[in-house]
């Protein structure tokens, strides 16, 4: 079974698991296993040691995976935007601003 099953659509009806996958080119990963692996490859490229393509590639895998916890983030404003909008007006007509 996929790990995104069940990802809500956002911009223009687009899911966020093909907008992932299309980042990968592969099996979609959930946002704390793009979180973790990112954290992991910066430690790497701060580490140094590495040989110009190593990071090279290391700075690449990373630039994916920012992309991938990007459009995480991106759904779960959308999906909070769309209860937030559901649940109708604010409770305190006071509040203006946006609520993230």
């Known amino acids: 079974m996929s790990r995104c099953a ?10 966020v698991k093909s907008r992932i996958f299309g980042v990968t080119g592969r099996e979609a ?6 979180r973790d692996e990112l954290v992991s490859v910066v430690k790497r490229l701060e ?6 393509e190593q990071s090279l ?5 990373g630039e994916k995976l920012a992309a991938i916890c990007s459009e995480w983030l991106d759904g ?5 935007s769309a209860a937030m909008a559901a649940r ?3 409770e305190d007509p006071g509040t203006d601003a946006a609520p993230f």
Not at 57 to 61: F, K, P, Y
């Open 29 to 34: 990963l959930s946002y704390e296993q793009a």
């Open 47 to 52: 580490a140094g040691g590495l040989t110009l």
């Open 88 to 90: 109708g007006p604010a």
């Open 76 to 80: 779960a404003r959308a999906r909070l």
């Open 6 to 15: 069940g990802i809500p659509a956002v911009h223009g009806g687009e899911d």
């Open 57 to 61: 590639e290391l700075w690449e895998r």
